[in-house]
């Protein structure tokens, strides 16, 4: 069987020497002399199985993490490396001659296929997949404990003083605490770094920056202007954001803790990385009680478990057009944290093996947030199974902010008015106090997220150009979050510090300008399908749950996978080529007019460290 050919290959890379195993699947296939399409179909093939155990490995490792798991883990991404490194080797043969464009891109998506290229050294390889699983594991088992064993918080419970407590010494305590927890993933991360680039360079591209840049079908100097466009297209909506909250803050905490015409302080957003700020709602609400949902509420009193806020999820998709998730996702996915070890409860979607095995991980309690998440990951789920039959490397979102985009249309499509339909709301009338609230508690989602979502790889960009060096990590990252968040470290920070390692994707190896792409594209994508669906009447009150137009021509998208330059299949639901905020901006359109009313007369904007 198969699984047991992947089992022995597995086996056999977890030697200490590979001398006495039989070559990896590129190495030992070339006997004949092959075309360029026999190739690209021969690494589709293989890849599948490769994948498939790099998946697995990955999976039994994010939700049982233990010594054991994490060497397995380390080494099917050390045999996925190896695989990836040969067939790029191999692909060389190939590059001066004229291929089919199916062929051309699939080469092209070899090169792009893993986030940190291993170097040819085996030495080197092995080394890059142990520091990758190791900074892992030490983010998903990191605890502060500040006086002894029994008074260790995961990040679970610190989050959740970031999000509930009022109280500033409380706040800053518990932001301080989880940020000093990353400061041992320093050092493997500067390693990470020079093993990435090596890797990188290897492949042909400046650095791991310029390789992830350049996997948006531009070249990768033309990507960063084309995220600094997008970037002045919102910074507007998010200045006037930022300068009214940081007002409400005023009235909370005291001048003295937010002074005017400064940053914010980073712990007071209600969030741990203050990418997102929903939680201090009601500190600055528009217009108190009105059109208030509480979502939560209702999904406790109605006894919502993991199970069924899944199902709810499942049954928006199932009402577009998209088939009943496989038995096997609700059998194998963790829907709930354990009791019994440590998972990584950070909320991911998994292919397992290129087919049918679909599932997602995350630790689900009955909160709005949490609904909102499952339909995000879900998203990615229905986005495996609707590009299951392209070939290996197709196999993705047209470009990585498709993939994150998908879920969160679906989210706005989560309207007072679905969530009445579904019990979950009381009936709600529409007026302009009901709207203005309502755009408020989005925005401090979708809005307050766009500069973190931009400066994140930016960041990293200048760390991987070396633009950036070991001794001043911490440093460049306060200034960037400064100059894009306005927002400021609660307490003293040093280069003994590591606090972007605080954050998973950062050593989870997770590039992040899809989620800052996928904030802008959803609302692109959400215009088009309510537009398709001939909804008439203000942006914000569309849903198309039901829809069987726009969930034909959602599929259709969907099925594309990444096929052909992202572009073109965003002419197919958009009918524009390029990615525009202009959809974001339109929906909107009533909170930043109301925005701008109240701020007159207030100092906005802020003076960033220099």
Not at 253 to 263: D, M, R
Not at 382 to 396: A, G, H, N, R
Request: aromatic share 12%; net charge negative.
């Amino acid at each position: 069987m198969k699984v047991n050919v992947i089992l022995a290959s597995a086996i056999c890379a977890a030697l200490l020497s590979a001398a006495g195993c039989s070559k990896t699947p590129v190495e030992g296939a070339n006997k004949h002399k092959e075309t360029a399409d026999e190739f690209a179909a021969r690494i589709n093939n293989e890849m599948k199985d490769v994948g498939k155990e790099l998946a697995t490995a990955g999976f039994a490792y994010a939700t049982f993490i233990n010594p054991d798991t994490e060497f397995l883990n380390a080494k099917a991404n050390e045999r996925y490396l190896a695989y990836v490194g040969n067939a790029v080797e191999e692909s060389k043969a190939f590059q001066n001659q004229q291929l089919t464009p199916a062929t051309a891109r699939t080469i092209e998506l070899l090169k792009l296929s893993v986030s940190a290229p291993a170097p040819k050294d085996p030495a080197k390889r092995t080394e890059l997949a142990g520091i990758t699983s190791k900074m892992e594991g030490m983010y998903g088992a990191a605890k502060y404990c500040p006086n002894g064993p029994d008074s260790c918080k995961d990040q679970g419970q610190l989050t959740d003083v970031l999000a509930t407590s009022r109280n500033y010494d409380e706040l800053t305590e518990a932001w301080t605490g989880w940020h000093s927890t990353a400061r041992p993933i320093r050092k493997e991360y500067v390693r990470f770094v020079e093993l990435a680039n090596e890797g990188a360079r290897e492949m042909g591209f400046a650095d791991l920056g310029a390789m992830w840049r350049s996997n948006y079908d531009m070249p990768a100097d033309d990507f960063t202007r084309e995220a600094s466009r997008l970037w002045q297209q919102v910074s507007p909506l998010y200045n006037e954001l930022h300068c009214y909250v940081r007002g409400k803050l005023q009235k909370t905490y005291g001048t003295e803790h937010v002074p005017s015409g400064k940053p914010i302080p980073a712990q007071l957003l209600g969030n741990m990385w203050a990418q997102q700020w929903a939680e201090i709602y009601p500190l600055v609400e528009p217009y108190p009680g009105v059109s208030d949902l509480n979502v939560t509420s209702a999904l406790v009193k109605q006894k919502y478990d993991p199970v069924k806020i899944t199902q709810s999820a499942e049954n928006f998709y199932v009402s577009l057009g998209f088939p009943k998730l496989p038995q096997t996702f609700w059998e194998r996915s963790l829907l709930q944290q354990p009791r019994d070890r440590d998972v990584q409860c950070h909320a991911s979607a998994w292919q397992m093996d290129s087919a049918d095995d679909v599932r997602i991980k995350q630790c689900i309690e009955p909160t709005q947030e949490h609904l909102m998440t499952v339909y995000h990951e879900l998203g990615h789920v229905y986005y495996y199974l609707s590009y299951k039959d392209q070939p290996y490397l197709f196999q993705s979102g047209a470009n990585d902010g498709f993939h994150e985009a998908i879920g969160d249309t679906v989210n706005l499509s989560m309207t007072p008015a679905y969530l009445h339909s579904i019990g979950l709301a009381g009936p709600t009338k529409q007026s302009r106090e009901a709207t203005i609230n309502q755009q408020m508690k989005m925005a401090l989602d979708k809005i307050a997220f766009l500069p973190f979502g931009k400066l994140i790889d930016e960041w990293r960009w200048k760390v991987f150009s070396g633009e950036v060096k070991p001794e001043n990590y911490n440093a460049a990252w306060w200034q960037l979050r400064e100059q894009y968040q306005g927002v400021a470290a609660p307490v003293p920070r040093s280069e003994e510090d590591f606090d972007p390692g605080a954050k998973y994707h950062i050593p989870g190896n997770t590039p992040y300008t899809r989620y800052f792409l996928s904030f802008i594209l959803q609302f692109q994508f959400h215009k088009a399908l309510c537009d398709a669906a001939g909804f008439k009447g203000p942006l914000s009150e569309c849903s198309v749950y039901g829809n069987e137009e726009a969930g034909r021509r959602f599929r259709k998208m969907l099925a594309l996978g990444q096929s052909q330059p992202w572009p073109d299949t965003l002419e197919k639901l958009t009918g524009t080529r390029s990615i525009d905020a202009a959809a974001i901006t339109e929906y909107f359109g009533p909170l930043l007019a109301w925005l701008e009313e109240q701020n007159k007369g207030q100092t906005c904007g802020w003076q960033a460290a220099q």
